[in-house]
């Protein structure tokens, strides 16, 4: 199973995400934000994949300097940004996400997504991509 480091500002959505995927049997690791990895008792060293909150942030750039921090710290790791219905995408793939999934989140696709590693190895080795996933399975 996938080492996944999921990083929110809400904590519903932390305690969410991380119920989803332990689910299926990931190990998963929950911060709020780059100082939360220095309080994990174990931070993860390359977590396969890492879903980043960028919506609702201090504004877009905010979320676009997270993911440009958490592509920094894990060069190879796959970088999913959760983003609000119209956001800007651009600037999120541009700062190291390697796709970008709209709310309201389709749980089934991001599990496909994880548990898909044919998938998952072709969408890091392409990056950076220029798809934004949709809801229902739509990638745009």
């Known amino acids: 199973m996938s080492d996944i480091l999921v990083v929110s500002n809400t904590s519903a959505h932390r305690r969410t995400w991380k119920y989803l995927f332990s689910g299926y049997g990931h190990q998963v690791h929950v911060i709020a934000d780059l100082q939360g990895l220095e309080e994990l008792e ?10 980043v909150d960028a919506e609702g942030r201090n504004g877009a750039e905010e979320g676009h300097s997270l ?37 309201p989140v389709d749980a089934t696709l991001v599990l496909k997504l994880i548990s898909n590693t044919a998938y998952s190895e072709q969408l890091h080795m392409q990056r950076p991509i220029r798809h934004a996933y949709q809801p229902g399975g739509h990638v745009s």
């Open 67 to 103: 993911v440009s921090n958490m592509r920094a710290l894990y060069a190879n790791s796959i970088i999913i940004a959760v983003i609000g219905w119209g956001q800007l995408r651009t600037g999120l793939i541009e700062a190291g996400a390697d796709g970008c999934i709209s709310r």
């Open 42 to 51: 174990n931070p993860p060293k390359a977590p396969f994949f890492i879903i």
